[in-house]
């Protein structure tokens, strides 16, 4: 009887396909494999073997593929998420294997070769083009070489073997020393100490091998990244439950209380106990200063995994994760999906930022799933934050979190002082933005010698440009969205899908020269009025669409740090987790952005982001202040920042939400159905409406415009479903959308559950 495996393919594909083993060839699930598909070979991932008498009729695997396999958490969490984003199980894998082409693959060999200076002993065409492509001395790898120079990989042995390209091991930088658990630090305070051992003594008792659920089981209940659903579903009581598991931990500190050096205690005791340790982060780029912290603390940078680490570099440190080399990983979200050997902990930091959804291809949320991966490695995750997603707070009140707070700043220091600027009695002048209150509070700041920031989350210099002869208003051709314009690049952009024309002399519409005006302003546009009104000062400009990319960032970061500038104009881009010194005074130049939209998530998203960068204010030596430039002081989300009264805002929050069935007390999930015709696009979402049956404790709203109607040359309808929490929405949403024509043409139906906005 032959061995059938069950391959599943990193495409679009919802099932794995059966493929028999050859004779002699011993797989194993999870091992990642060569197969035919179709007239071309693939790789793909065995997710099941069975010894059936039946399979004469399919096709053979190829081979094994030289590549980490992958381990049972990791193919149950690609199961999970399948099932939890209703995206095909193929597309899931694919986040998880993201293999580069085998070239590349080969590369992980840890070897590159470059020219010796020998000539070699024979010198064919073949050679010459070789020697020619390595010219440049610099150390190649083998493949690469070969494929530049158009030759067979045999050609480039043949040049080793006679000396005239010469084999290095590449640098082996990516698989640094280990970070040392026991290097020598800075004391923990009292409070500090305490949270580490609480952290810490959780989950140390709550390492059991029954820590992993069956997810399989048909009775697991509604999914949840909490797991409650499976829980209630197994019939264990919530106590029990709570003790079996290591739950994750909300760590919830003000800002400036030292959360980072809890947490890394916490890192410490993992990398100890000889397991590997995640931490993510919302902006990787951003990071240099929070590496340099973690080599402060462990000796060494850990391993850092984002979008801007490519190719063989990608490759050896996915190998080093996979054979328990790195130690400790600090990554972007997609580092979620790393093949870990023995992960022994999971931080989320920053665990309320938006960054962590993804919301084209799969859309998925990093911090939820690093639950469900923490659940399924059996290990515990740590949220940290010092303004927590609503969500994490209801889990952490409910006892399904642990909750270790730190309610005071580290070493004594006071939250800043924040105070309200009504711009409605003590605003600006015609076409200014800084009031005057805000521009005596700089002064002072100036003549003492210390730094300020003011903020506004506006890139460029205008957000909306029009025409004052003929009132045309400057509108992106692919987006229903105004163009933003930057002065700094001469142009008018959508900051939706990046399309820009150069801001053009006379108006496009009616010819007048020169009379097109910008209306509101933008970072750029307040940091050349601070230059105005302080021209002999230092003044540093900071937005992530600034040209220089992450090294100059990196860079102006450190001069902020330093103290070298006396003026920050920013956008959130410095409103969030760096740690300025000099920084004394925080104004805010547009309170209001962001609670106008109708979008429930607004107040906790602009509570959240005022509460961070009001919150880089006095973490120094020096108290610090903010002042807060509003048009309505007594909006709930402005009065609580005043207040400084946070437990009354997510109170009060908590309460509309669940009076509103809203997440996390009901289910939500939205269908943006999308197409290059209008017409097409609601006629999809109509169809939908017509079969949508929603069961008992469901609704569904819409179709309806999406919030951006128009993106990318694509229209965009949105259905919204809204469940009672003991829905089982993932079913409800496979059932309709099974009874729904299928999408024709350029029509396309993407399923995002628990949309952030909505
Ligand atoms: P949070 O992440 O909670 O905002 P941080 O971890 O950045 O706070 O700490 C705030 C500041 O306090 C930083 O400058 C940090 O270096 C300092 N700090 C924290 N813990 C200690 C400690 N135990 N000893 C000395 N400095 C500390
Ligand atoms: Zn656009």
């Given at each position: 009887m032959p061995d059938v495996a069950e391959i599943l393919i990193p495409l679009a594909l919802d099932t794995a396909y059966s493929y028999v083993v050859p004779e002699g060839l011993r797989l194993d699930a999870g091992d990642v494999v060569q197969v035919p598909l179709g007239p071309r070979e693939t790789v793909g991932v065995v997710w099941g073997l069975a010894h059936t008498a039946g399979g004469s009729n399919l096709r053979p695997v190829t081979g094994r593929v030289d590549a980490p396999p992958l381990s049972e958490p990791l193919r149950k969490l690609v199961d999970w998420i399948a099932r939890y984003t209703l995206a095909p199980k193929g597309s899931a894998l694919a986040m998880v294997l993201r293999l580069p082409d085998e070239a590349a693959a080969r590369e992980t060999a840890r070897v590159g070769v470059r020219v010796s200076g020998k000539a070699p002993a024979r010198a064919t065409p073949a050679r010459r083009k070789v020697l020619e492509a390595a010219a440049d001395g610099a150390l190649h790898g083998k493949s690469a070489l070969a494929k530049a120079a158009g030759v067979s990989l045999s050609v480039v042995d043949g040049l080793i073997d006679d000396g005239a390209l010469e084999a290095v091991a590449v640098e082996p930088e990516a698989v640094a020393p280990p970070p040392d658990p026991d290097h020598p630090r800075v004391p923990l305070s009292d409070a500090q100490e305490a949270a580490a051992i609480e952290l810490i003594a959780g989950p140390a008792r709550t390492l059991l091998p029954a820590a992993v659920p069956n997810l399989a089981a048909p009775d697991a209940g509604p999914l949840s990244p909490t797991g409650e659903g499976e829980r209630r579903g197994s019939g264990e009581s919530l106590a029990h439950a709570e003790a079996s598991l290591p739950g994750p931990v909300l760590l919830e500190g003000v800002t400036g209380s030292g959360k980072t050096e809890v947490y890394f205690e916490a890192v410490a005791h993992c990398v100890r106990g000889g397991r590997q340790a995640l931490i993510l982060m919302p902006e990787i780029a951003l990071t240099a200063q929070f590496l340099d912290r973690f080599a402060a603390r462990f000796g060494v940078r850990p391993a850092a995994w984002h979008s801007g680490v490519g190719g063989r570099r990608r490759e050896r440190l996915r190998a080093a994760v996979a054979a328990g080399e790195a130690r400790v990983v600090v990554g972007a979200r997609s580092a979620l999906f790393l093949p870990f050997r023995h992960l022994g902990l999971i931080v989320v930091d920053e665990e309320h930022e938006s960054a962590y959804k993804q919301e084209d291809?799969?859309?998925?949320?990093?911090?939820?799933?690093?639950?469900?991966?923490?659940?399924?490695?059996?290990?515990?995750?740590?949220?940290?934050?010092?303004?927590?997603?609503?969500?994490?707070?209801?889990?952490?009140?409910?006892?399904?979190?642990?909750?270790?707070?730190?309610?005071?700043?580290?070493?004594?220091?006071?939250?800043?002082?924040?105070?309200?600027?009504?711009?409605?009695?003590?605003?600006?002048?015609?076409?200014?933005?800084?009031?005057?209150?805000?521009?005596?509070?700089?002064?002072?700041?100036?003549?003492?010698g210390e730094q300020s920031l003011l903020f506004l989350n506006r890139r460029g210099y205008a957000p909306l440009t029009l025409c004052r002869a003929c009132g045309h208003r400057y509108r992106c051709r692919n987006c229903s969205t105004w163009l933003v314009e930057h002065r700094f690049r001469k142009a008018l952009v959508c900051h939706q899908c990046g399309y820009a024309e150069p801001r053009p002399q006379a108006c496009t519409e009616c010819g007048t020269f020169d009379n097109l005006t910008a209306c509101g302003p933008g970072v750029e546009r307040i940091a050349e009025e601070v230059a105005e009104l302080f021209?002999?000062?230092?003044?540093?400009?900071?937005?992530?669409?600034?040209?220089?990319?992450?090294?100059?960032?990196?860079?102006?970061?450190?001069?902020?740090?330093?103290?070298?500038?006396?003026?920050?104009?920013?956008?959130?881009?410095?409103a969030k987790g760096h740690n300025f010194p000099h920084l004394t005074l925080?104004?805010?130049?547009?309170?209001?952005?962001?609670?106008?939209?109708?979008?429930?998530?607004?107040a906790e998203r602009t509570f959240q982001l005022l509460q961070q960068v009001t919150g880089r204010a006095g973490r120094g030596e020096r108290p610090g202040r903010a002042l807060v430039q509003t048009y309505q002081p007594t909006h709930p989300v402005i009065a609580a920042l005043l207040s400084g009264d946070a437990e009354r805002f997510y109170a009060e929050e908590v309460a509309a939400r669940e009076a509103a069935g809203l997440p996390p007390f009901g289910r939500l999930a939205a269908l943006i159905v999308s197409a290059a015709e209008r017409e097409a696009a609601e006629a999809q979402g109509q169809a939908l409406a017509r079969v949508a049956e929603p069961p008992a404790g469901a609704m569904v709203l819409g179709p309806a415009e999406a919030p951006l109607a128009l993106v990318r040359g694509r229209y965009r309808f949105r259905l919204l479903v809204k469940t009672e929490r003991n829905v089982d929405l993932q079913s409800y949403l496979r059932d309709w959308l099974a009874r729904a024509p299928k999408p024709r043409g350029s029509v396309r139906v993407a399923v995002d559950v628990d949309p952030q906005s909505f």
């Amino acid at each position: 009887m032959p061995d059938v495996a069950e391959i599943l393919i990193p495409l679009a594909l919802d099932t794995a396909y059966s493929y028999v083993v050859p004779e002699g060839l011993r797989l194993d699930a999870g091992d990642v494999v060569q197969v035919p598909l179709g007239p071309r070979e693939t790789v793909g991932v065995v997710w099941g073997l069975a010894h059936t008498a039946g399979g004469s009729n399919l096709r053979p695997v190829t081979g094994r593929v030289d590549a980490p396999p992958l381990s049972e958490p990791l193919r149950k969490l690609v199961d999970w998420i399948a099932r939890y984003t209703l995206a095909p199980k193929g597309s899931a894998l694919a986040m998880v294997l993201r293999l580069p082409d085998e070239a590349a693959a080969r590369e992980t060999a840890r070897v590159g070769v470059r020219v010796s200076g020998k000539a070699p002993a024979r010198a064919t065409p073949a050679r010459r083009k070789v020697l020619e492509a390595a010219a440049d001395g610099a150390l190649h790898g083998k493949s690469a070489l070969a494929k530049a120079a158009g030759v067979s990989l045999s050609v480039v042995d043949g040049l080793i073997d006679d000396g005239a390209l010469e084999a290095v091991a590449v640098e082996p930088e990516a698989v640094a020393p280990p970070p040392d658990p026991d290097h020598p630090r800075v004391p923990l305070s009292d409070a500090q100490e305490a949270a580490a051992i609480e952290l810490i003594a959780g989950p140390a008792r709550t390492l059991l091998p029954a820590a992993v659920p069956n997810l399989a089981a048909p009775d697991a209940g509604p999914l949840s990244p909490t797991g409650e659903g499976e829980r209630r579903g197994s019939g264990e009581s919530l106590a029990h439950a709570e003790a079996s598991l290591p739950g994750p931990v909300l760590l919830e500190g003000v800002t400036g209380s030292g959360k980072t050096e809890v947490y890394f205690e916490a890192v410490a005791h993992c990398v100890r106990g000889g397991r590997q340790a995640l931490i993510l982060m919302p902006e990787i780029a951003l990071t240099a200063q929070f590496l340099d912290r973690f080599a402060a603390r462990f000796g060494v940078r850990p391993a850092a995994w984002h979008s801007g680490v490519g190719g063989r570099r990608r490759e050896r440190l996915r190998a080093a994760v996979a054979a328990g080399e790195a130690r400790v990983v600090v990554g972007a979200r997609s580092a979620l999906f790393l093949p870990f050997r023995h992960l022994g902990l999971i931080v989320v930091d920053e665990e309320h930022e938006s960054a962590y959804k993804q919301e084209d291809g799969v859309h998925y949320h990093a911090r939820d799933m690093a639950v469900v991966r923490g659940r399924l490695e059996g290990c515990p995750v740590v949220l940290a934050s010092a303004t927590p997603s609503i969500e994490s707070r209801v889990n952490a009140e409910r006892g399904r979190y642990r909750h270790v707070r730190l309610p005071e700043r580290f070493g004594g220091r006071r939250l800043p002082d924040i105070r309200a600027i009504d711009m409605r009695l003590d605003g600006p002048e015609r076409g200014r933005f800084l009031s005057p209150p805000l521009i005596n509070a700089i002064k002072a700041n100036l003549a003492a010698g210390e730094q300020s920031l003011l903020f506004l989350n506006r890139r460029g210099y205008a957000p909306l440009t029009l025409c004052r002869a003929c009132g045309h208003r400057y509108r992106c051709r692919n987006c229903s969205t105004w163009l933003v314009e930057h002065r700094f690049r001469k142009a008018l952009v959508c900051h939706q899908c990046g399309y820009a024309e150069p801001r053009p002399q006379a108006c496009t519409e009616c010819g007048t020269f020169d009379n097109l005006t910008a209306c509101g302003p933008g970072v750029e546009r307040i940091a050349e009025e601070v230059a105005e009104l302080f021209p002999d000062r230092r003044i540093i400009v900071l937005s992530s669409d600034f040209p220089g990319g992450a090294e100059r960032l990196r860079m102006e970061l450190e001069a902020v740090a330093a103290g070298e500038c006396d003026i920050v104009v920013g956008t959130q881009l410095v409103a969030k987790g760096h740690n300025f010194p000099h920084l004394t005074l925080v104004g805010v130049l547009d309170a209001d952005i962001g609670l106008t939209s109708g979008d429930p998530r607004a107040a906790e998203r602009t509570f959240q982001l005022l509460q961070q960068v009001t919150g880089r204010a006095g973490r120094g030596e020096r108290p610090g202040r903010a002042l807060v430039q509003t048009y309505q002081p007594t909006h709930p989300v402005i009065a609580a920042l005043l207040s400084g009264d946070a437990e009354r805002f997510y109170a009060e929050e908590v309460a509309a939400r669940e009076a509103a069935g809203l997440p996390p007390f009901g289910r939500l999930a939205a269908l943006i159905v999308s197409a290059a015709e209008r017409e097409a696009a609601e006629a999809q979402g109509q169809a939908l409406a017509r079969v949508a049956e929603p069961p008992a404790g469901a609704m569904v709203l819409g179709p309806a415009e999406a919030p951006l109607a128009l993106v990318r040359g694509r229209y965009r309808f949105r259905l919204l479903v809204k469940t009672e929490r003991n829905v089982d929405l993932q079913s409800y949403l496979r059932d309709w959308l099974a009874r729904a024509p299928k999408p024709r043409g350029s029509v396309r139906v993407a399923v995002d559950v628990d949309p952030q906005s909505f």
